[in-house]
């Protein structure tokens, strides 16, 4: 894939499979990744891991630093790949809006699938306790948006190799 930069957004709630996809495809394009969770601010954190279910307030900087990164892998000329929930149309307009190259890629699966995953990991603060309100909160992207959306069901690398698919679907129109 040459040409003009492109930078993934891989979201969805909590249990999704977002880092190992994205590690998954980072690993089998050679593209940037960042791990988007490790840009939230430490009030953020301590709110997570207390439990407590962030407000629009608390995302904004933290999107805002999800922006930057894309920023600068756009004007370095680079292609990249970063995790974000993103659950929001509001907030996928502030990280995404504009930007040329940037592209959407929805992780979606059963409650139930999403809470097993949840429950046989360990988060450094994202308690399973949480997912019920972020599903409550998800807008998943509408047909304006051009999301890639994929069920989790299949392991990280088919789901990698989906979307590189579709990626290549995208340049060959």
């Keep these: 894939m ?5 930078v993934l957004v891989l979201m969805g709630v909590s249990g999704c499979g977002k880092t190992s996809v994205a590690e998954a495809l ?11 969770d490790a840009l939230h601010p430490p ?5 997570m891991r207390g439990g407590m279910p962030l407000t629009d307030t608390d995302r ?3 999107l805002d630093r999800v922006a930057a990164w894309i920023d600068a892998r756009l004007a370095a000329g680079e292609n990249g790949i970063i995790t974000c929930s993103a659950l929001k149309r509001a907030y996928r307009a502030r990280i995404v809006g504009a930007r040329a190259g940037v592209r959407v890629v929805l992780l979606h699966g059963a409650r139930a699938l999403l ?13 399973a306790s949480l997912l019920d309100s972020q599903l409550a909160t998800l807008e998943p992207p509408g ?4 999301p890639i ?5 299949p392991p990280a690398a088919v789901l990698a190799e989906a979307i590189i698919a579709a990626l290549g679907q995208d340049k060959a129109k």
Excluded at 26 to 36: K, S, V
Excluded at 115 to 127: C, D, L, Q, T, V
């Design 115 to 127: 809470a097993a995953r949840i429950g046989a990991r360990h988060h450094e603060y994202m308690p």
């Design 2 to 6: 040459t040409g003009a930069p492109t």
């Design 60 to 62: 904004w900087p933290w």
């Design 143 to 146: 047909p304006d948006e051009h």
């Design 43 to 47: 009030a953020n954190v301590a709110k």
């Design 149 to 153: 959306s994929l069920d989790v069901t």
């Design 26 to 36: 980072a690993a089998r394009l050679g593209w940037a990744f960042q791990e988007g």
